[in-house]
């Protein structure tokens, strides 16, 4: 039942990094991250969010750090755009592909992006027409999906019902958020099969931080419901500074020897990526989250 091969979702420069302490990271930094993970043969890069730099400071060069790539062929670089004046500048950054994130949880909504879910979605409508008249792709994130930092249990039903809509909207492809790492794999399966009763398989997404280490033994639960795209952050660097606790994302290194070991392909370079992990982690002067990349580096 397994895919025979995976996309992975490269969301280091920008989940990885949004919730760094301490100085923001250069924009250089960033820029050398992004040309390595290229590299290393990442085909999707989410590279910068256009929101407020009061409210997310490292991600306060988001215009400089699209404008600074020199796109590769075949490498798609996304921005978060959570309302039209995000979108706007990173049309006028030059983007060709975005995201809007919304929540399955009322309280966690408000904390994230300071509106109820539903005043979310009439955002997410303008920000989708817009994207559209612009030829511009929209990814949909759905966080939450096996708990909420503020309202514990969310039912997979209210997943399913918020993925729809995002669906419905338009996004190619919705990105399931285990925002805080709580969910476990029967859970995992149990949220997928909501979902993928509203929205077809092959335009689902697993997004999973790794805050409790029931990450892969997720993402291993819903590859085996036939899920075939993963969002996870090379070293895994990451966390949402709206949701207490959340520690990094799934470190792409696991994510890929663990594929790569049941035989899934990537197109992934994994000593490449390796090293692009080993650069970030200097610069920032911390130990990699990735248990491959201690092994093997
Ligand atoms: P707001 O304060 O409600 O917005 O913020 P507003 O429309 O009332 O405007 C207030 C001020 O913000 C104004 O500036 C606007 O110009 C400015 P002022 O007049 O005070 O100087 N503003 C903006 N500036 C830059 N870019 C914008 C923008 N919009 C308004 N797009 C807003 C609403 C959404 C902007 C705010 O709440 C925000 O920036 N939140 C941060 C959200 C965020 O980045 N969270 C982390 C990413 S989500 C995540 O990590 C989860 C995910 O990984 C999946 C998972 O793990 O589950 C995706
Ligand atoms: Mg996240």
Redesign the pocket.
């Known amino acids: 039942k397994f895919p025979r091969r995976v996309k992975i979702v490269e969301?280091g420069a920008r989940?990885g990094l949004?919730n760094e302490p301490g100085d923001v990271v250069a924009t250089s930094i960033k820029l050398e991250l992004i040309r390595r993970l290229e590299q290393a043969g990442l085909s999707y890069i989410e590279a910068a969010?256009?929101?407020?730099?009061?409210?997310?400071p490292q991600?306060g060069d988001a215009a400089e750090v699209i404008g600074g790539i020199e796109p590769k062929p075949g490498v798609t670089y996304a921005a978060?755009?959570?309302?039209l004046?995000?979108l706007e500048?990173a049309l006028e950054a030059g983007v060709k592909e975005v995201?809007i994130?919304g929540?399955a949880s009322e309280s966690f909504s408000q904390k994230?992006?300071?509106?109820s879910v539903a005043e979310s979605l009439n955002r997410f409508e303008a920000v989708m027409e817009r994207a559209k008249a612009a030829d511009v792709r929209v990814r949909g994130?759905v966080?939450?999906?096996m708990g909420c930092p503020y309202e514990g249990e969310i039912a997979p039903q209210k997943v399913a019902e918020v993925a729809d809509i995002m669906y419905q909207m338009g996004c190619y492809e919705i990105?399931l958020?285990?925002?805080i790492g709580v969910g476990t794999p029967l859970k995992a399966k149990r949220m997928l099969e909501a979902v993928s009763g509203k929205i077809p398989m092959p335009q689902l997404a697993a997004?999973f931080?790794d805050t409790y280490g029931q990450a892969l033994p997720n993402l291993l639960a819903v590859l085996e419901e036939g899920l075939a795209v993963v969002d996870s952050s090379v070293a895994g660097l990451g966390g949402?500074?709206?949701?207490k606790g959340?520690s990094g994302?799934v470190a792409t290194e696991d994510v890929v020897y663990m594929l790569h070991g049941m035989e899934i392909e990537t197109g992934i370079d994994l000593p490449k990526l390796i090293s692009a992990g080993n650069y970030i982690m200097d610069q920032l002067g911390r130990e990699t989250r990735s248990k491959v990349a201690r092994a093997l580096g």
Request: glycine residues 8%.
């Open positions: 969301v989940d949004q969010s256009f929101v407020s730099p009061k409210w997310v991600m978060l755009t959570p309302n004046k995000g500048g995201a994130f929540a994230n992006i300071n509106c994130y966080s939450t999906v990105s958020g285990d925002t997004h931080h949402c500074p709206y949701a959340a994302n």
